[in-house]
């Protein structure tokens, strides 16, 4: 039988002291320091659970550990012990409830002499009971007995670690609904008990904290929030309260389940997770400062003050259900103040059981009662949702006629927040579980609804609770049993150390306190010459080949019976799939998992031909899952590799007789997107090919066949696939017509994909799986970032959580996310065509982000140094793909991504007020400032060579010219050349009647163009010293400008974009399908083709035909205005202000390939990073590095490299 206890842990100062900035040793009282796991029991080696999450110390600990000068006072209520709970999310979503108690314990004698610490020094320890059920009272009554037995002047009977571990060993856990367990602890009798399952959701929990926390109007703002899936942070000053706040929303939103990352109590040194993305629950303790966070759109709950806060506007709830939801929760909290109203308005309420108990204090009663008020809530808004299910190719609701129906029922058009809820992934998940049976048969929505509309009591929807549970007795007989010697603490005891475990301690703080004596004659100590150190290394060696070939016979005879159960018997469930999961789980060499896998090959290799009945089927694809991730995480690719191919093997035939693979069933994992492993899988069979002395590229584009099966067997999209394939073939040379042949093959295996996932299906895992691996990476170099330790695992623990698919990849959610990917749009002649985001949820999202710390205003100009800028005749300079930025804190900053780490490459000031421009050439840096001027300094020295001045207004655009000239455009609305070499302006060769923004310059013609705020674009011959024409068309102000060969583009803040002829000074069309502003215009220079970018976040793709201008592609990946568009031949970078990028190739081009269609539809996403949460104010992009870098306005640089996965 299960047990309700799992683990005793206790957490504090270990024996290896560190700082949270990961100082080794002790720097005073005034320091925070890393908690350490000290105690635990049972021993990992000695458990059939799971070992306690690694980041457990830093979470029950969230603060650190302080030191102090004294221990508990009475008086003084600071240093009173502290009771909390915390709730852990685990990778897969599963929760581990914890209870915790924090107090002062004295610092350990050893401890405190290797590390010079004062004496009678105490530290923060907390002990911690650690459970899969939620029964949050009996975890707290059970801690606080054993930490009151610790402390009793009585003392206990037995030794405290003894009652300790037949607690956690005995006490089981009770079938709900049917058991109630009675257990003692020293002489205080606890008991556990469970509801049955056909009611709501297990909360032992009050909602009280909630209620007193939040008055009416937040307490509904805040479910609000919740429901919608927004960003929220939850403030308290008390670690209690925001878990139990946490758990009581979550469970208000029955029968909804929240699907983000949560977090209810996060560790101070994870404050910067708070601007992430994607959406999260986390508590963060009031004293903590987040004052230099972004915090754009997050709903920022107050609990000490009563207070919500957000910069994004919250939808209110729809009346009726409004005012009824309200009156009612009013109801419950204030029944007297009700009571009146009613009586004044004559109105009573037919809901009597609200009135009961009004002068009660708060108990289980009323939480019983605000559970079901807003279960009736939902049961109204979403009253007839079940006619509105079609769960077919294309829809999983149809929302449209749902809002319909309830529009005409309310009179009142469809409202936002109803339309963001039934977009939400809580609903999409609700849907997903209506389908199944077990949910039909306790749906309480559904019973609810019906209740309400024959006038029955909500209450009767409930399980009777006529039937007394039976009653389970946990005695221990060796209580009173004893000499009755009692013991007694003036400390919380450590547990009995092994051999082991006490030398690793000596030696930690031997080598702490400099003894290294101590080490030296470690191997003469008795201690040492016995156990396994005794062993010679030959021993060593075969003890442990003994080991493994022990525990592989125990998988092989384990597999077989897995395959021998009976048709009715569940292989989840037996015993066979139970040990061997746990041999995979708690090996922490691999022997497991990699024995489990070899065990399948060699069952496979003598004949098996692997077929599995559904139920086996099920369980073999959970136990290869969990071997193909334990081996990640210790970079095995051996087991990786084998467990791919068995996978490839085994199958089942399902109702259609037709094979559906084992693989089929992995793509989930995260292996499979990195481009390592698959170089690692085809050096393999490269070189185990038995053909050696074939042809060298015939042979590799055969490997390359085969790993290609493998990707569309996972079901991996063919451009992610094809990517990682062509890579490979790139770097071992095939030839031109070997990968012709090998994209080929490549289709027919896409075509093999396509039949097992069908083309609706979007792999939602790799959608979100790789989406943040972290807000700030940890390869940053930041003054005043925390190092790796100040977080150590508990940082690791909140990427997995972020990078973990929020959706669990439920069918629905991908439907629907391929719907809404492949909505049809029209082009100008009214041909249906599909909205070409080459399916933007498809692309990789992993991809290597940087960010560059180093401004102390924004970013307000970036540029990249081209390959064009720094050539010269002995070659490509190394500063070619630097970024030089300018910012409000008048600074310029040159970045070299090439050294990982250490970019900053030099620091420039001169300037006084904002920097606006900056370009460059081979040897100079030019940048052009509000100050109305332009310094020119010299890129290998840094030192300021000229200030030019002889602008009125501030510098908005800076060109750096061959020939030491530099081309500068202002607000007072001049165009100046100056000579470097002379420190003069050589001419005024542009005058515009207001503010310029823009300008081209071609420097081989001479030819000038600019535009600003007057709305004109104007076009001067600088050799000619004419000006040539005057554009006159858009109507406000022109923002961007792209000048090729004869074609001027301009875009303006008309909505509009318009292309001009140079040399005949006319507008040969006007691009009009934007609905805001365009910032951007660029050329395709390949195929005369025109790309836009708006405010309104579109990218659309325009081509010249013989009949006009057309728009041909739309791309809508961008959720804010697109800032930049730099196209190249055959790659196209994208940049935006919600700080997202992407990146556009031309595979077509790139493989030497002619389309037959549009070629500017022709452009397809490769791939583009998660963003994060970041008001970018300019972006720039090196296209032959595949880097786009943007910044921010908090003085952030984000790199992003394309083409490096993490």
Known sequence: MARIFEYFVVCGLGPEIR????????????????????????????????????????????????????????????????SYPIVLTEGDGSKIYVSCIAFRDPVSEDIAEAYHIPANSFADKCICVVSRSPSFRVLRNALEEIFALCFSPSGSSKPLWDVIAYMVSNVPLPMPGRDRVLFAIENCLLSVEAPPRDGLPHADISFQPLVQCLDVDNLIKFFTAVLLERRILLRSNKYSILTLVSEAVCHLIYPFRWQHVYIPLLFFSGVDYIDAPTPYMMGLHSGVDTSNLAMDGVVVVDLDYNRISTSEEIPHIPEPELSSLRCEILKLLCPNVMGIDQMKAG???????????????????????????????????????????????????????????????????????????????????????????????????????????????????????????????????????????????????????????????????????GAFEYIKHAPSSPSVQVGKDSLSPMERAAERERMVLDIKVKLQGLWLRLLKLGATDDPLSSFEYGTILALIES?????????????????????????????????????????????????????????????????????????DYVQRHLI????????????????????????????????????????????????????????????????????????????????????????????????????????????????VTDQNQQPAEASGVGRSWVQSMFSRDSSRANSFARVRQWTSDSTSVANENGTPRKQDLSTAGQKKTQTNVRVLRGHGGAITALHCVTKRE????????????????????????????????????????????????????????????????????????????????????????????????????????????????????????????????????????????????????????????????????????????????????????????????????????VLACHAGPILCV??????????????????????NEEEGIRCVKNVTIHNAAILSINAGEHWLGIGAADNSMSLFQRPQERLGLSSTGSKMSGWQLYRT?????????????????????????????????ATINI
């Open 347 to 513: 109105v009573f309420s037919s809901s009597e059981q609200y009135s009961k108990g009004c002068n009660k204090p708060w108990g289980e009663d009323h939480d019983l009662q605000l559970r079901l008020i807003f279960l009736k809530f939902f049961a109204s808004i979403l009253g007839g949702y079940r006619n509105f299910i079609e769960n077919n190719a294309m829809h999983v609701f149809n929302t449209q006629a749902f809002l319909k129906k309830r529009s005409r029922s309310t009179n009142q058009p469809p409202e936002p927040m109803i339309i963001q809820f039934l977009d939400s992934h809580g609903f999409l998940d609700y849907l997903e579980r209506v389908a199944t049976l077990d949910e039909n048969n306790n749906n309480l929505l559904e019973k609810l609804q019906d209740a309400i509309g024959r006038g029955q009591n909500p209450i009767s929807i409930l399980p009777s609770s006529l039937v007394e549970p039976e009653i389970i007795t946990i005695s221990d007989e060796d209580v009173g049993a004893g000499s009755g010697a009692k013991y007694t603490y003036d400390r919380f005891p450590s547990n009995i150390r092994s051999e082991e475990q006490d030398e690793k301690r000596k030696q930690i703080l031997a080598a702490a306190s």
């Open 587 to 659: 090996d922490a060499e691999g022997i497991g998992g990699s024995g489990f896998v070899e065990c399948i090959g060699e069952h496979i290799h003598s004949g098996w031909h692997g077929r599995l009945t559904d139920e086996q089927f099920i369980a073999v694809k959970e136990l290869l899952k969990t071997a193909i991730n334990r081996a990640t995480s210790r970079n095995d690719l051996s087991t990786i590799r084998d467990a791919l191919e068995v996978s490839a093997e085994m199958y089942k035939k399902d109702a259609n007789n037709v094979s």
């Open 668 to 779: 989930s994992l995260s292996i499979w997107e990195e481009l390592r492993f698959w170089e690692g899988y085809f050096d393999h069979l490269m070189e185990h090919s038995s053909s050696k002395s074939a042809n060298y590229a015939a042979l590799v584009a055969t490997q390359l066949i085969l790993v290609a099966s493998h990707m569309a067997g996972l079901g991996l999209f063919d451009t992610d696939a094809w990517y990682m394939v062509e890579t490979i073939a790139e770097r071992n040379n095939i030839g031109y017509k070997q990968l012709i042949k090998l994209r080929g093959f490549f289709s027919h295996a896409q075509q093999l994909r396509v039949g097992y996932w069908g083309t609706s299906s979007v792999k939602a895992q790799s959608m979100s799986s790789h989406g943040l691996s972290s807000p700030r990476p940890i390869d």
């Open 19 to 82: 700082t949270l900035d990961g100082d080794k040793g002790y720097h005073g009282t005034g320091m925070m320091y890393l908690p350490s796991l000290l105690d635990q029991y049972p021993l990992d080696n000695y458990s059939l659970y799971p070992p306690p999450p690694p980041q457990l110390p830093t979470c029950v600990l969230p603060a650190g550990v302080e030191f102090y000068s004294s221990g508990f006072d009475a008086n003084d209520a600071s240093t009173f012990p502290r």
């Open 870 to 1069: 720094v050539w010269d005749l002995v070659g490509d300079r190394e500063d070619a793909g630097f970024f030089i930025s300018g910012s409000t804190d008048c600074m310029v900053k040159i970045w070299d991504p090439s050294i990982r780490g250490s970019e900053l490459r030099a620091t420039l000031k001169g300037h006084t007020r904002t920097v606006r421009s900056v370009s460059s050439d081979r040897g100079k840096v030019v940048s052009g400032s509000d100050d109305q001027s332009v310094i020119v300094w010299d890129k290998q020295t840094s030192q300021l060579l000229e200030e030019l001045k002889g602008h009125d207004a501030q510098v908005s655009c800076v060109r750096m010219l061959s020939g030491e000239r530099v081309l500068t455009a202002a607000h007072d609305g001049t165009v100046k050349m100056w000579d470097v070499r002379t420190d003069t302006c050589v001419a005024t060769v542009g005058r515009c009647s207001s503010a310029v923004l823009c300008m081209e310059y071609d420097d081989s013609t001479g030819i000038l163009a600019a535009a600003g705020r007057d709305a004109v674009a104007n076009i001067w011959d600088i050799r000619a010293g004419r000006q040539m024409h005057k554009l006159l068309g858009h109507t406000k102000w022109i923002r961007s400008i792209r000048m090729v060969g004869d074609t001027l583009v301009t875009g303006s803040d008309d909505w509009t974009a318009r292309v001009w002829s140079v040399s005949r000074g006319t507008c040969d069309a």
């Open 1169 to 1201: 990073p998660q963003k994060t949460v970041a008001m970018v104010r300019c972006v720039a992009s090196d296209l032959e590095r595949k880097r786009i870098c943007s910044g921010g306005r908090n003085g952030v640089l984000r790199l992003w490299e």
């Open 1082 to 1103: 660029e050329c395709s220079m390949l195929d005369r083709g025109i790309i836009t970018g708006s405010t309104d976040g579109l990218l659309r793709f325009w081509e």
